[in-house]
């Protein structure tokens, strides 16, 4: 079945330094959408990426879709204590309306 | 968005028992979703609780286990029946949310179950 690969597992970093997350599937996906988790909290939707070789902004987060639409990045600019968390890539392939969620990458940010 | 309403937030329960949770939202949506999360784990999806027909399970969850009810289109209820140590879990409800320029997944708190 479609499986969705996180790299790496955990992550710390000191506060102001970048972050980056990687998402890869093992099927074409039609969209690739990445949630954030706090702890003890529920995932919270960030953003969805459709078209191929798509970059979109959030301030200091940038999200990445790849050419082969199977691969996506997250990376964050200057972390902050706030960006603590666990950070989720979902994927869908055509066709399907569920979303198969990536394994995570746990955020620490060192202050 | 959605607001979604999910209880109980967290039980204890015996094997052998079934707790049913429940997931209530302030808008009618087309699609909701029942998610397992083991603690520091990733969602696994256990089915899409479809709205006047048999919730669509994923690979590896049957009804009888996880009976699913969704009686109209702000309600959704999950069971889970005959409950075992292996079913602690965190179960969460979600909806999906479009809008023209994206859809997302909006999600309930979530229900922290702990068999004994």
């Known amino acids: 079945g479609q499986q969705v690969m996180q790299i790496p597992q955990y992550q710390h970093v000191q506060e102001g330094e970048d972050f980056t997350t990687y998402c890869n599937s093992s099927?074409?996906?039609?969209?690739i959408q990445w949630y954030k988790q706090r702890p003890g909290g529920h995932p919270v939707f960030l953003i969805q990426l459709v078209k191929s070789g798509e970059v979109k902004k959030q301030k200091r987060l940038t999200f990445q879709f790849g050419e082969a639409k199977k691969n996506s990045s997250l990376h964050i600019t200057a972390t902050q204590t706030t960006d603590v968390g666990t950070y989720f890539c979902a994927g869908s392939t055509s066709g399907t309306y569920k979303y198969i969620f990536g394994t995570g990458t746990r955020l620490k940010v060192l202050a | 968005s959605a607001v979604i309403s999910q209880k109980p937030s967290r039980d204890i329960c015996q094997r052998g028992t079934s707790l049913t949770i429940q997931c209530q939202v302030d808008?009618?949506?087309?699609?909701m979703f029942w998610y397992r999360q083991q603690p520091g784990q990733s969602l696994t999806l256990i089915a899409t609780a479809n709205q006047g027909s048999e919730a669509t399970y994923e690979s590896g969850f049957v009804i009888d286990k996880f009976p699913i009810s969704r009686p109209n289109l702000t309600f959704s209820t999950l069971t889970v029946s005959n409950m075992s140590p292996e079913d602690s879990s965190i179960y969460l409800c979600s909806v999906e949310w479009s809008s023209p320029l994206e859809a997302a997944q909006h999600f309930g708190d979530g229900t922290r179950l702990s068999i004994l």
């Open positions: 808008s009618q949506v087309t699609m």
């Open positions: 099927t074409t996906l039609s969209n």
